[in-house]
């Protein structure tokens, strides 16, 4: 019974924060712990060249990604390992790359 609470009580936080952008480290690691968060993938960013964003793939099929703490947008990262370290720290044990 409490973690089916938890559960619904976490949907509804992560439909809250993602309506308002922001969706930190932090947060996301509780996510993971929850099981709301199945895959992460690391792919080109859009629009700029050899950059990379962070996306998961959510418990109920939407997407995801990481957002910069201080103005909201969408973290893009110079580098893949700085992808996948934050991957790690979330809990993920395996990162998808896709190149194209």
Known sequence: MISVCLCHYFAQLI????DGGLVEIKFLRKL???GLLMTAKVVPAPMESDK???VFIKASGGLEQITKARDRKDKI???INGAILDAKTIGFK???VTFT
Not at 15 to 18: A, G, K, V
């Open 94 to 96: 395996e990162v998808v």
């Open 77 to 79: 990262y110079k580098r």
């Open 52 to 54: 990379w964003i962070l």
């Open 15 to 18: 439909n809250t924060i993602i």
């Open 32 to 34: 993971f712990e929850e």
